[in-house]
Structure formats: C-alpha cells, structure tokens
Antibody, heavy 121, light 108 residues
Framework: EVQLVESGGGSVQPGGSLRLSCAAS????????MSWVRQAPGKGLEWVSVISGSGGSTYYADSVKGRFTISRDNSNNTLYLQLNSLRAEDTAVYYCAKAYSGSYLNPFDFWGQGAVVTVSS | DVQMTQSPSTLSASVGDRVTITCRASQSVSRWVAWYQQKPGKAPKFLIHMASYLETGVPSRFSGSGSGTEFTLTISSLQPDDFATYYC??????????FGQGTKVEIK
C-alpha cells in the first residue's frame, strides 16, 4: 500500500524558514518523480515543485523559484521541501504527491495528508 | 504558461442528476489532462488520467472526454458521495496554472 506522510509544518514569521519532509512507502521510491502541491486556505490547488526519480532534475513554480528547494533521499525514501524567505502568501497546506508513471510530466496518483504551513507575524 | 479554466465554479445539483464540468486550456495540451475529487479537509483523489482513462476503483458513473483545449468531466447519475470539489490538471507542461480553479458540486 502506497503511503506518503508529511511532517515539518508549523507557524513561522515572515522571512523565516521551514523544512517539510514526506516519508514514502509501498512503492519503489527512486523510480518515481515526486511533487509538492499547495493549497491556500479556501483556495484551489497550486503546483509548487517537482523532482525526478534520480533527483537530477527539478522544476519550480515562478512564485517560489529562488526561495524553495526540493530534494530527495532515495536511500531513506524521503522527499523534502526547504522553504526560505517565507511570505504570508505561502500560508497553505502542502501536499507531497507521487507521479502516476515515473517521469515528472505526470498526474499524481497518491497524495499525503498534508502539512500546514502558517506564515504570520 | 498554460492556464486551465474550469466552469462553472459552483454547481448545484440533486442526487440522480447528470453533471458536466468543463475545463479549457489556454493552448493545446493534447490529451494530457487529469481530474481529481477533493472533499473538505482531505487530500485530492485521482479520478481520471489522459482525459478519459478511469483509475481503478473509480465508479463507472464518472467519465472524461476531450482533447486539445476542451475537456469535460461527467457524472452520469450524481450520488451523495459525489458532493465535493473537482479539479482538472494539465500535465503537458508544468506551470503555475497546471490546475483549474475547481468546481464545487453542492446539494441543490
């Protein structure tokens, strides 16, 4: 059974940092691209970033480019998102999501339960 | 960047109704469109990929169609469990507008 479990969310002041983690199980982690998708309170889904299975390729939404960094540890089946220079508009539930079929241009067949990030002074 | 525009944003319907949600892409995305269902406080659930391929376990009352720039999600006979918000997603290219803005299906 595929499981994705996020952790690391919390409250932080503007300009602060957080690191989100997503522990994966139930599939061959290194064979699949992984993404982060966020959802601001009462709003729709926004794709944030994707990383290839090997970790060699990464892509970011313009809204987070230069501030967020996606990475993965295939030996520990864990996905990360480092959030720096946080702004109020980064307040959201952050979901990790598994690519349906390996490569990064894919829909997401499994999602975690979400990690809440609140940026407020 | 490819933008996905869903309509309507809210849809009021009754159990048993046939419901159609439309998603338009700002440029052709071939058939690289997925649909998700999301209930309050829960992660999205993957319903359809490649515009019309139903995921395992998704009831057959759900169907998808379209190609190029226009796509539809149809629920043939709305059930109580179907009241939720639905999102389309293009995956021809990654862009901030990968997801449509959502369609909330509520009880009439």
């Amino acid at each position: 059974e595929v499981q994705l479990v996020e952790s690391g969310g919390g409250s932080v002041q503007p300009g602060g940092s957080l690191r989100l983690s997503c522990a994966a199980s139930g599939f061959t982690f290194s064979s699949y691209a992984m993404s982060w998708v966020r959802q601001a309170p009462g709003k729709g889904l926004e794709w944030v970033s994707v990383i290839s299975g090997s970790g060699g390729s990464t892509y970011y939404a313009d809204s987070v480019k230069g501030r967020f960094t996606i990475s993965r540890d295939n030996s520990n089946n864990t996905l990360y998102l480092q959030l720096n220079s946080l702004r109020a508009e980064d307040t959201a539930v952050y979901y990790c999501a598994k690519a349906y079929s390996g490569s990064y241009l894919n829909p997401f067949d499994f999602w975690g339960q979400g990690a809440v990030v609140t940026v407020s002074s | 960047d490819v933008q996905m525009t869903q309509s309507p944003s809210t849809l009021s319907a009754s159990v048993g109704d046939r419901v159609t949600i439309t998603c338009r892409a700002s440029q052709s995305v071939s058939r690289w469109v997925a649909w998700y269902q999301q209930k309050p406080g829960k992660a999205p659930k993957f319903l359809i990929h490649m515009a019309s391929y139903l995921e395992t376990g998704v009831p057959s009352r759900f169907s998808g169609s379209g190609s190029g720039t226009e796509f539809t999600l149809t629920i043939s006979s709305l059930q109580p469990d179907d009241f939720a918000t639905y999102y389309c997603q293009q995956y021809d290219t990654y862009s901030p507008g990968s997801f449509g803005q959502g369609t909330k299906v509520e009880i009439k």
